[in-house]
């Protein structure tokens, strides 16, 4: 497999679940992220890690909880959604040297999330 | 703090230029890209410009980028229907590695 890969492609979950998203990376980038895509609003960044580590959490709710292992993954693990939280979540990933140039971002292709 | 904006349509005709138009406040960016994205699809990366540029080409895609005034345009010539899609700039600030995204711009193709 190549690039950045997401999965489930869909999800639908109730209020009280507990579920998780997945996004797996091939292409040797240090650096990954979660964005929210919602319908009429730019793409809000929700969380950045590079080398592992959580650098930006930019006020996001605790009912979202990141998780990154290692290099090539990252969890979004989601708990007590709400409605509002229905959305498409994408994940990139990036090479982290600000001191060479930057091929931009890779995304994946997104998890639907559905919240009823 | 930085802001990057689009205007939100653009609607041409199959065979017409389109122009995608997009101001950013952070002088100090060194990169600018336009990415695409497809219906239910993530965001593509399309093309990109180093802020020492004026204009790039790349096949049917021209980039155009004016430092003084802060703007960013990408010009898509002989527009085919499968260009329908939403079209991001980003720009990247110098000395970081996070991109700020604008909010899109939905380009509907006419037959």
């Known amino acids: 497999e190549t690039g950045v890969t997401q999965t489930p492609r869909h999800l639908v979950m109730g209020m009280t679940n507990k579920k998780s998203l997945k996004c797996e990376q091939h292409l040797g980038h240090n650096a990954m992220y979660w964005y929210k895509q919602s319908a009429k609003k730019p793409l809000e960044l929700m969380f950045v890690?590079?080398?592992?580590?959580?650098?930006e959490n930019n006020s996001v709710p605790s009912r979202f909880s990141p998780e990154c292992p290692n290099s090539s993954h990252l969890f979004l693990h989601l708990h007590t959604l709400q409605p509002e939280d229905s959305a498409l979540y994408l994940c990139a990933s990036s090479q982290r040297d600000t001191t060479t140039f930057h091929y931009g971002y890779t995304f994946g292709s997104g998890t639907r999330l559905t919240v009823v | 703090g930085e802001d990057v904006e689009q205007s939100l349509f653009l609607s041409v005709r199959e065979g017409d230029s389109s122009v995608i138009n997009c101001t950013y406040t952070d002088s100090s960016s060194t990169y600018l890209y336009w990415y695409k994205q497809e219906p239910g699809a993530g965001l593509q990366l399309l093309t990109y410009?180093?802020?020492?540029?004026d204009m790039k080409q790349d096949q049917r895609l021209t980039v155009l980028l004016n430092k003084k005034d802060k703007h960013l345009s990408l010009r898509i010539a002989d527009t085919q229907t499968g260009d329908s899609a939403i079209y991001f700039c980003?720009?990247?600030?110098?000395?970081?590695?996070?991109?700020?995204f604008g909010t899109g711009t939905r380009l509907k193709v006419l037959a």
């Open positions: 980003a720009v990247l600030p110098g000395g970081t590695y996070k991109y700020i």
């Open positions: 890690y590079s080398l592992e580590e959580r650098v």
């Open positions: 410009i180093f802020s020492n540029m």
